[in-house]
Each structure stands twice: as C-alpha cells, then as structure tokens.
C-alpha cells in the first residue's frame, strides 16, 4: 500500500481556524467515505505562533513544512498584531514559508461560478463561464532585486530605486509552469511583460518564446504587454486561458482577475516549488482572502476558498484530480441550491454561516457516487 500523504495544516488568525474547520469536515468525510486517509498535522501560524512562540514561525513548524507533502494555509494577522515591529509580523510566516520552501510560481485562478455570476461587476455576458489560471512569478523580479532603497543625492534630494531582475533559470521554471497547467486546460498560454519598454521584458519574451519551441510545440503560445492585458482582462476575459507574468505584473493582474469574479470568499490559490531529484515538490495552498477580522468568531465567514484550496491541492500536490472535481461540483451544487454566506448574498438567496456551508457541501458530497 502507497504511503500516507502528510499534510500541514495551519488555520493561522481570525477567520483562518473557522474556515479551516471545514475543511477538516471534507477531510474526515474523505477517510470515512472514500477511504481516502492522511496523515495531518496541525500548527500554530502568524499572530497565534507570535502569543505562544514569539514567533510568527517556528522552527518546528517550519520543519514540519518542509517534511509535509503538501501545507494548507488559512490566514494570518490582525489588529492585535497590527503595532508590532517589521520584524515581528503575523504576515511574515507566509513570506518566510515560500522562502525557505522555494515556492516560486504562485497559481490564482479566477472563475466564475454560475449560480454567482451576478456577484460579478462586470455584465454577466462577459464573465458567464469564465475560467482563468493567473501564474504569477513569486520570488523574483523587483520586489527582491538589487540594487534598492533611498539614498539622498548630493543636491539633497532623495532617491528610491528598485530593480527588476529575471535570470532565464527564474524565467523557464515559471514558464513550465504555466505551459504543464496550460496542457490539462485549454493548452494556451498567454505570456505578459512589457517588453517594448524593459530589457527584462524583452529576455522574459524570448525566454519563454524558446521554452515554448524547444518542450511544448501542442501549446499555443501569445504574447501580450501587460497594460493591455490589463485592458482585456475587463473588455474580454474569457480570452484567457492560461496567463504567465512576472511578480510585479501578476500581483496586479491576480488581483484585477479575482475582481472579475466579484466574491474574495470563493477564491483560492497554490504557490509551488520546484519538482526536486526524488520527485517531491513542495507546495503551499491559501484562500486568497485574509484573516477578516472584521468577521472573526461570528461564524459568518464563507468557507468555500478554504475547501477550494483543498481542492487544488488534492489535484496539483497528490493528483487526486477526480477529488477534486468531486469537491467543486458539490460546492457549485450548493451555490446553485441558493445557499450563501454573507460575503455572496443575493436576492432570493438563503443566508448561512460558515458551520451550515460546510455541512451542506458535506450532504453534496454524500449524493455524489462513490
Ligand atoms: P481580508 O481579506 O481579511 O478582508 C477583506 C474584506 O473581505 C473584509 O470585509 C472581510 O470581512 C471580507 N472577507 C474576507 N474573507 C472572507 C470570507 N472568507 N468570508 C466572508 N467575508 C470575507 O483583508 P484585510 O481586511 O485587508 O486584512 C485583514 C488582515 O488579514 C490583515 O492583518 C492583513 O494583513 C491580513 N491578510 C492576510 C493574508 C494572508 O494570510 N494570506 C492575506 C491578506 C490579508
């Protein structure tokens, strides 16, 4: 029989634990009725590591990441934390884990789900059925490159500088990426940089260019400059298959692709490493919504990016795919049943809390056939 797959599980602050909750719900449901068992370990992340540790992650914790063959991450902070120094953030244990993890392709998708197209700013007709897959760069680019800072010049003015930096190593590791995901989609694959205007641009569109020649000639392969990616992503999204862009580019483009879809609550996401020498990669899952204190204990939080997130790891990290497909289907069937959260209330809708959202995915999950 194959080895139990080891997951971390680290629920974090605010909300993090309540939706978490629910997904150790699907987790149970999966060993009692589908067989499927795993071998979980829970720990303390961001603030909670901070009160009890000291902290916002421990060495223990990291080293349980590290021997996990996926983490599922809630959500970290608060105001409770919010007059700590730089050094001493909830937010840091996110930051640290994809260092010290290797996490650098950082996977968003955006989709819109049926039942919620009217949660959507933009006109149904436009997003009806959309599903896009944003890989974003994640350990690179300007945020990381040298030369940085503020100096003060001779004349007394003072000057910030940052740098963007991408090797050709950084570019095809991301590239492959988004080309292996483009191959279980719609095999396209649309590259994004500004090339017209930065070197770093013009080597990333090279880069990827000769990635896409030399290992994935069945995928189609566009190029498009980021302001103008920008600018589709509104007029006409469903464009988009797949979507491959530096850190800079897709922490805005991720962030405009989730608005598409109106509903942070539903939204999940991956950070991946590299595959290693044993075959093993690691792999970080999150909703992309935060710890939202605003909600906390009030058991109103929608659940449903948490369990997506499961959902993503069950098929990028153990290749659970036909998981999780179950798992979306039950949770589209519970949207289209008029069941919401507060975050996606509409009209004619029922209200819920996040306890009676994770059992009714629980009761989709269980007229699903085995
Ligand atoms: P947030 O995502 O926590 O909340 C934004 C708004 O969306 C709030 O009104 C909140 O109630 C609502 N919301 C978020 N998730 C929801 C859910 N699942 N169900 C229903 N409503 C939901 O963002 P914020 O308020 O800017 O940040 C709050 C704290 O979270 C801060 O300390 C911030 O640093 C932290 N944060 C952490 C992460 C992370 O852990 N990855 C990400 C973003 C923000």
Redesign the pocket.
């Known amino acids: 029989m194959a080895a139990r797959k080891k997951l971390l599980l680290l629920p974090?602050?605010?909300?993090?634990p309540e939706?978490m909750r629910e997904v150790k719900r699907v987790i149970d449901w999966l060993d009692r009725k589908r067989g499927v068992t795993f071998e979980i370990e829970e720990d303390l992340v961001?603030g909670a590591s901070l009160d009890a540790r000291g902290t916002p992650l421990a060495d223990t914790t990291l080293a349980l990441a590290k021997a996990a063959d996926a983490v599922l991450?809630?959500?970290?902070?608060?105001?409770a934390?919010?007059g700590m120094g730089f050094d001493r953030?909830?937010?840091l244990a996110?930051l640290s884990l994809r260092r010290e993890l290797g996490l650098f392709a950082n996977l968003r998708p955006a989709m819109v789900y049926d039942p919620l197209v009217g949660a959507s700013p933009l006109k149904p007709e436009i997003v009806r059925g959309l599903d896009i897959m944003i890989v974003r760069e994640s350990t690179g680019g300007i945020y990381f490159g040298s030369p940085r800072g503020i100096e003060t010049l001779p004349d007394g003015q003072r000057r910030g500088v940052n740098t963007e930096v991408y090797t050709t190593h950084e570019i095809e590791r991301v590239g492959r990426v988004a080309f292996d995901l483009a191959r279980k989609r719609g095999r396209v694959v649309a590259s994004v940089e500004k090339s017209n205007v930065m070197e770093s641009g013009l080597l990333w569109r090279q880069t990827i260019t000769a990635l896409r020649d030399a290992e994935y000639s069945d995928v189609t392969l566009t190029h498009i400059l980021a302001d103008n990616c920008a600018m589709q992503l509104v007029r006409n999204p469903r464009q988009f298959d797949v979507i491959v862009t530096s850190n800079l580019f897709g922490d805005l483009l991720s962030d405009l692709a989730a608005m598409l879809t109106g509903s942070?609550?539903m939204l999940p996401s991956a950070t991946l490493g590299a595959v290693q020498g044993d075959g093993k990669q690691h792999a970080l899952y999150?909703?992309?919504?935060?710890?939202?204190?605003?909600?906390a204990g009030r058991g109103?939080?929608?659940?449903?990016?948490?369990i997506l997130s499961f959902a993503m790891l069950l098929r990028y990290s153990l290749g659970m795919e036909d998981v999780a497909v179950e798992i979306e289907r039950a949770i589209v069937r519970v949207l289209s049943n008029g069941l919401r959260?507060?975050?996606?209330m509409s009209t004619g809708a029922a209200r819920v809390g996040?306890g009676v959202m994770g059992e009714a995915v629980l009761r989709e999950l269980d007229k699903a056939p085995g």
């Open positions: 974090g602050d605010g909300i993090g939706v961001g991450f809630g959500a970290v902070g608060g105001p934390w919010d953030r909830p937010e996110i942070l609550g999150e909703p992309i919504h935060g710890s939202a204190p605003d909600i109103v939080a929608n659940p449903l990016a948490q959260t507060a975050d996606i996040t």
